[in-house]
């Protein structure tokens, strides 16, 4: 019996993968960000969770969280949003980003199939330092609150606290969040059939009025 929670902030131009601008303008980085938040929806709907929650931060949710329950996310730094998203749950969960489009049903299999007495946590660690998915056999918001989030340390420092306060870890492969474009390029290549691969692959496409070299 596991809660799976998806966080995401709502995709508007200029609020969003920021990043990816130049060389996607800021619209196309929306765009972008909202392709691979329906990508992860749509993953996370497959799983058999029992509940599926969006914590969002935003007024309209996505149509692709149709069936989802809506978790408003509550002020403060990421480590408290967090942390507020565990405390709310009173059974296993597993939480999960929107930056991962790559994503599939088998990497977050064995969180709902191998979660065994032994394992206390599920830990995904993201490539650039930080992580992209935590699961709690008992959810417990204080084993977040404090870690320094968007650090090259962050992934290392959260795996840390949860190992310090006795929990038996076990670690879900570390996969790319998707921050700058090269990133972008690369988890399309992973993905080439998802909508963020054909969301990035029509933005490449010049357009008519472009001259050709």
Known sequence: MTVIVVIAKECLPGKVKTRLHPPLSLDQAAELAAASLDDTLRVVAAMPATRRILAFDGVVPPIGAAGFEILPQVDGGLDERLAAIFDSCDEPTLLIGMDTPQVTPALLEPVFTDWAEDIDAWFGFADDGGFWAL????????????????????????????????LRVALLPTLTDVDTIDDAYSVAGIAPSGGFAVALAAMLVPSESEPTR
């Open 135 to 166: 699961a709690l056999a008992e959810p417990n918001g204080d084993l977040i609150r404090g870690i320094p989030m968007s650090h090259h340390d962050t992934g290392a420092r959260q795996l840390d606290r949860l190992r310090g306060a006795g």
